[in-house]
C-alpha cells in the first residue's frame, strides 16, 4: 500500500495539508501519517544566563525556577502537539480515510524526513508555517529544506484546498522534470483529469522534441494530454499559464542549482511556489 507523511505545524495550512493528503490517499489508497515536529529548541532551551546580575545567594533559586518553566513549556509544547495531530487524524478521517496514523517527533525537520522517507512515497507539507501566516510572499522556513533533502516527491499545499480536476506539468527537458513526468504517467488513477504539458522557450532554445516524447509518454499511460511551448522568462509564464487554464495541481522539477547560484540569481522553483494559488508537486 502506498504511504504518505503529512507534516503539519497547526497554522492554517494544516487544513489544506490534510485535505490534499485525504485526496491524494483516496486516489492512490494510500495511508497517511501525520506528523508533527517539535525542534529541539521548543523542548529544550537552557535557562537564561542572569549569573552575572543577581547575587550569589539568589542565583540557585532563580534558576532553579527558570529550568522548572522550560520544563513547563516544554511539557506544553507536547500537549500542544499531541492535540494538533489528534484533531488533524480525526479530520482525515472524517473524510473517509481510515488509515491513518500520528506521530510527534522531538527533532529536527530535516532529520525527521530522513527517518521516514525510506518507507514513504509522498511527502506533504504547506506553503507556509505559523511564522509565515501574514505575509504572503514569505515561504516557510523548512520548506525549502525539505525539498532539497527529500529524494521523494514533494506535495506543498495551496492556503486553501479544492479537488483537482486539471494537471499542468511544467517540463524543460531535466532530469527532475522527467521524474515528474514518469511519476504522473504512473499514476493510473489520475488518467481521468486532463493534463497539460508545457514548456518555455529561452531564447533561441527550445525543448520541443524531449516535450513531444514526454507528451507521448503521457498519453501512452492514458492520460487526456495537450501540451504548448511558451516564451519568456519561466516563473511568469508559468504563473500566468497556471491563472489562464484553470490547472488545480502544478508538478515541476525542484531546485536544479545550488543554494549558492539561487541566492544570486534567484529560484524559479521558489518564485512559482510563492506566485502559484494551487497545490505544486516536486521532483529532484
Given at each position: 500500500m502506498p504511504k504518505l507523511v503529512s507534516l503539519i505545524d497547526g497554522s492554517m495550512y494544516s487544513h489544506s495539508v490534510c485535505d490534499i493528503s485525504a485526496f491524494f490517499a483516496d486516489r492512490l489508497d494510500a495511508s497517511i501519517t501525520v506528523v508533527h515536529v517539535l525542534g529541539r529548541r521548543e523542548v529544550s532551551e537552557n535557562a537564561?544566563?542572569?549569573?552575572?546580575?543577581?547575587?550569589?545567594?539568589?542565583?540557585?533559586?532563580?534558576?532553579?525556577?527558570?529550568?522548572?518553566?522550560?520544563?513547563?513549556?516544554?511539557?506544553?509544547?507536547?500537549?500542544r502537539g499531541r492535540a494538533i495531530l489528534e484533531d488533524a487524524r480525526d479530520y482525515i478521517k472524517a473524510s473517509g480515510i481510515n488509515d491513518v496514523d500520528i506521530k510527534l517527533r522531538n527533532a529536527e525537520i530535516v532529520e525527521t524526513i530522513e527517518d521516514f522517507e525510506r518507507d514513504?512515497?509522498?511527502?506533504?507539507?504547506?506553503?507556509r508555517?505559523?511564522?509565515?501566516?501574514?505575509?504572503?510572499?514569505?515561504?516557510?522556513?523548512?520548506?525549502?529544506?525539505?525539498?532539497?533533502?527529500?529524494?521523494?516527491?514533494?506535495?506543498?499545499?495551496?492556503?486553501?484546498?479544492?479537488?483537482?480536476?486539471?494537471?499542468l506539468i511544467a517540463f524543460d527537458g531535466g532530469n527532475s522534470a522527467w521524474k515528474a513526468v514518469e511519476y504522473a504517467a504512473q499514476l493510473t488513477c489520475f488518467t481521468d483529469l486532463p493534463c497539460h504539458l508545457i514548456t518555455v522557450k529561452s531564447g533561441t532554445t527550445s525543448n520541443t522534441h524531449s516535450l513531444e516524447r514526454a507528451t507521448n509518454a503521457m498519453r501512452e499511460a492514458g492520460y487526456e494530454v495537450t501540451s504548448e511551448v511558451l516564451e519568456g522568462e519561466p516563473e511568469s509564464a508559468i504563473a500566468e499559464q497556471v491563472d489562464a487554464g484553470g490547472f488545480d495541481l502544478l508538478l515541476?522539477?525542484?531546485?536544479?542549482?545550488?543554494?549558492?547560484?539561487?541566492?544570486?540569481?534567484?529560484?524559479?522553483?521558489?518564485?512559482?511556489?510563492?506566485?502559484?494559488?494551487?497545490?505544486?508537486?516536486?521532483?529532484?
Open positions: 537564561t544566563n542572569l549569573s552575572g546580575s543577581i547575587g550569589l545567594g539568589a542565583r540557585t533559586a532563580l534558576l532553579e525556577e527558570l529550568a522548572e518553566i522550560d520544563a513547563q513549556k516544554a511539557k506544553l509544547a507536547n500537549k514513504v512515497d509522498l511527502i506533504v507539507i504547506g506553503k508555517g505559523v511564522g509565515a501566516d501574514f505575509d504572503e510572499m514569505h515561504l516557510g522556513s523548512n520548506l525549502e529544506r525539505v525539498v532539497r533533502s527529500s529524494h521523494k516527491p514533494v506535495l506543498v499545499a495551496s492556503r486553501a484546498f479544492q479537488p483537482i480536476n486539471r494537471i515541476m522539477g525542484a531546485y536544479g542549482h545550488s543554494r549558492i547560484r539561487n541566492l544570486i540569481i534567484g529560484s524559479t522553483t521558489t518564485e512559482m511556489i510563492r506566485s502559484c494559488k494551487i497545490p505544486v508537486l516536486l521532483f529532484r
